[in-house]
């Protein structure tokens, strides 16, 4: 049953083609949202000029408003980054800071336009760092409007400054994909769930 549709988006530094385990992951986490009833797209956001801001058009060439049509259509928005010195990515800051504008954003009856939509998070990295970038991330797409299921985050991370990455190797960790199994799972129950009983107005 594929009732619902997603949108991952894709927070690598690197632009295409470049080879990206971000962009791997991404992969990974949409087939796992299709596989419940949830296809979609990933957008690489290097890919895109998105500007610095807080609304949701920076105007002259910004490509936000693309996107956000994208995810204002979605059931369920992935975020996916690389850990860069402990941290979310920069772009997926800018993501973040790019969806602060939703607060003001709201329907006739007082709901932000992201209520009822699903969020999880996806992270890779050679360091320590993988809860605090799924909690950083997830409070802030909590605080935009979006719903978290359970398990919302699934992540890889290699040896503390070591030089293998996941797209390095030869399999995909057991752990990692049946991490990214059950998130793509809850987060796609959760979306159905409000779809069917929507948040009271605010």
Not at 25 to 45: I, M, N, T, Y
Not at 164 to 179: M, N
Not at 182 to 188: E, K, L, P, Q, R
């Amino acid at each position: 049953m594929s009732d619902l549709t997603s949108l991952v988006l894709v927070c690598t530094l690197k632009p295409s083609p470049a080879e990206s385990s971000s962009m791997l992951l991404g992969r990974q986490v949409l087939d796992e949202l299709a596989a419940h009833g949830a296809p979609g797209e990933v957008v690489r956001v290097a890919d895109h000029t998105v500007k610095f801001g807080v609304s949701t058009d920076e105007g002259d060439g910004d490509e936000w408003p693309d996107i956000r049509a994208k995810m204002l259509a979605s059931d369920v928005l992935a975020v996916v980054t690389p850990i860069w010195m402990g941290q979310p990515a920069s772009l997926s800051k800018v993501v973040m800071e790019r969806l602060d504008a939703e607060i003001s954003e709201t329907d006739d009856e007082g709901r932000m336009l992201t209520f009822g939509k699903v969020a999880l998070v996806g992270v890779v990295g050679n360091e320590d760092g993988a809860h605090h970038v799924v909690a950083e991330l997830l409070q802030a797409l909590n605080d935009t409007g979006f719903s978290v299921a359970a398990n919302a985050g699934t992540y890889w991370v290699g040896e503390a400054m070591g030089s293998v990455d996941y797209q390095d190797l030869d399999e995909t960790p057991e752990k990692t994909a049946s991490t990214t199994r059950t998130s793509a799972a809850n987060a796609v129950h959760l979306a159905r769930s409000l779809k069917a009983a929507p948040y009271p107005p605010s």
